[in-house]
């Protein structure tokens, strides 16, 4: 009987008129998504790192201020608290800038094992100033 009837009619049609279209998930997701993300990160970091220094150039001028009335007055040296506070902040955001920049090269990395499109220069010299910052410090 299965060879009596012809393959048309035994086959069900399969995607007639359907109403909805589905992507494949690689056309629906941002094709540069890991590269946006390592630019935010990158210039995050740079930000966290120049505002790490305005901590530690806080901290410098307060110790040397301390330094100068101990000497000054000749007593016994005492530290700062709000010096030791501020280095404490730079310490703490020198920590998030560097993970942050960590980060940001995973993505890049990641990035470019995707292909994704972007300047790669760009966050490269991002990456580098961030990380002299880092080491001028």
Sequence with gaps: MALSVPLSRSTLRVGGGSAFFV???SCAMNKSTFYLLAVIL????FVTHCVARSYLE???H???ARFAQVQKQQIAYTPDPQALQSSKNYNTLTFIGVALTVLSAVFMVTAMFRHE???YLILI???FFDVGI????
Excluded: C, E, Q, V
């Design 23 to 25: 992507r494949p998930l």
């Design 125 to 127: 010299l991002i990456l």
């Design 134 to 137: 880092a080491m001028l410090l």
């Design 62 to 64: 307060r110790k040397a």
């Design 42 to 45: 990158a210039l995050a970091a």
């Design 58 to 60: 806080d901290s410098m």
């Design 117 to 119: 499109r972007g300047w």
